[in-house]
C-alpha cells in the first residue's frame, strides 16, 4: 500500500529511507524488570537489518512486541506506519515471521506444512507453494517427512512458511541458531536472495559472524537497551590496528613504544608486531621505523571484527555475552 506508489520501492533492493519497522519509546517489563527499557529502532524498507545482542538481552521480547504477540508496557511498534497493537489486522498479513525454532508437523512432507499454514491463510495455490519451495531451496525435497530433514532444512522451510503470504517485512528471530557451517551459508544466501527481491529483512543473531557479511546496517542491545546502530563498517571504522612484518620485530617493538601514540603495541607469536596509530594512518608506523633504520615488508591494516566490537560495546561483566 505504501511502498507501491513510490517509484523507487518497487525494484530497489537498497535502501529508500522509509521507515518500515520502528519501535518508539519501547518498554516491556517482566513485573519490575524490563527485558526492553525504551528502544527506539528505525528499519528502512529493503534492508537487511541485524539485530544483535547477548542471550537475554531482549531481542525475542522486541520481536513479539513487534508482532503483536505481547502488548508493551509502554511505548509502541509501528510496521509501515501502522501501530501494531492498534492495526494488528492491517499490519500482519505484510509481515512474514519465524521466532526461533518453526513449529513444524514432523510427519508431514515439507510441501504439506506449507499447505497447513496456507489452509489458515485462506488457503494457498500449488504454484504458490512451488515458487516459495524453490525459493527456500527444498523443491526435490518437497515431498519427504520435515522430521528426515536436516535442522538447516527446518530452518529455511520456517522461513518459506514466513514467505507464503508474500510478505513486504521478514522478521527473523535467530534463524541461523544451531546450524552447522554448511547450513549457515544457505540460510545467508536465502535471505541475500531475498533482500535482492525487496524484501525488508530484520534478523536478530547472537551469531556475529554471519551478520557482519550480510546486514546493511546493525542494532547492538544489552540489558534491554540500544547501545549502538550503525553500518557495520561505522562499527568496526578506527577501532582496527596495524599488522607489521620486519626483519627485526624486536628492535621495531622498542622504536614503535617510543613513539607517544604506541605504548600499546606488542609482538605475536607469529613474530608480527601489532599496534595502533594515529588517525589508523600506517605512514606514522612507517616513519617511526625508518628513523629507527628498520623497514617494514609488509603494513596491513586489520579491522576489527564486529565480535571484538559487540564485546567492547556490552561487556557488563555479567560474562552472558556468548
Ligand atoms: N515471559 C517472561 N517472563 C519473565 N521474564 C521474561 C519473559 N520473557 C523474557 N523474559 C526475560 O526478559 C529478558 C529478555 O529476554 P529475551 O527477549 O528472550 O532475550 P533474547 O531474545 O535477547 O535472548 C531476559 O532476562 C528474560 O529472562
Ligand atoms: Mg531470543
Redesign the pocket.
Known sequence: MVADTQPYAATSAKATGEVVLRTRDLVKR??T?P??NGLNLAVQRGEIFGFL??????????IRMALGLITPTAGSVEILGQDVVTHRAQVLPRVGALIEQPALHLYLSGRDNLRAVGAILGGVSEARLDAVLSQVGLKGRDHDRVRTYSLGMKQRLGVGVALLNDPDVLIL?EPANGLDPAGIVEMRDLLRQLAAQGKTIFI?SHVLGEVQQICTRVAI?NL?RLVTESTVAGLTRGHGEFVVRVENPAAALTAIQHQPWGASARLEADGTLHTTAPQSQGRYIAHALAEAGLYPDQLNYQEESLEEVFLRLTSNGTGEVR
Open positions: 517482566y513485573g524488570r527485558a526492553v545482542g547477548p542471550n537475554g538481552a531482549g531481542k525475542t521480547t522486541t528471530d536478530s542491545i534491554g
